[in-house]
């Protein structure tokens, strides 16, 4: 490799493929019906695409009961408390305010829901809604979170 050429993959590839990943939590919210299972997808507030309720970690709270707690405010989830272990993971890039994108690995956890909430705090932002598992992968943009919405 040539000092030029070492130099590039130095200062510009090689840390654009070594950059930390940002880490988020989402909740994979389900029900068992008469027809087969359902997913619950919600609404992005910024683009009105269908996403599952997912956030940034919070202080003091696990994995899974961070997607739980996204659960709630995003959609207004109850349930009891969800699975430890992820059922997967997917990775996608967020858009920042600036236009920027960074990259994001998003560990999902599955919540069997009990009821839905009517008033909860972003009500006002989303909506939401029950579909199968192929349909909730037909709808969301992120590859793998569609290859794990078919394996469901």
């Keep these: 490799m040539t000092k030029w050429l070492r130099n590039i993959w130095e200062e510009v590839a090689r840390p654009l493929f070594l950059r930390p990943r940002r880490v988020q939590f989402a909740a994979l919210c389900t029900r068992t ?6 997913v619950l997808l919600i609404t992005s507030r910024d683009t009105g695409r269908w996403i599952i309720p997912k956030g940034w970690p919070i202080d003091g709270l696990s994995g899974a009961e961070t997607a739980l707690q996204e659960a709630w405010e995003e959609a207004g989830v109850h349930a009891q408390r969800p699975q430890n272990e992820p059922v997967g993971q997917f990775t996608y890039d967020k858009i920042l305010k600036d236009g920027s994108a960074q990259p994001v690995l998003t560990s999902v956890y599955r919540i069997e829901v009990q009821d839905l909430a009517e008033d909860y705090p972003e009500a006002g932002q989303r909506k939401r809604v029950w579909v199968s598992p192929s349909t909730a992968a037909e ?14």
Excluded: H, I
């Design 33 to 38: 019906t008469d027809n087969g299972p359902e």
């Design 139 to 152: 709808r969301v943009n992120e590859p793998e979170l569609r290859e794990l919405l078919l394996r469901m």
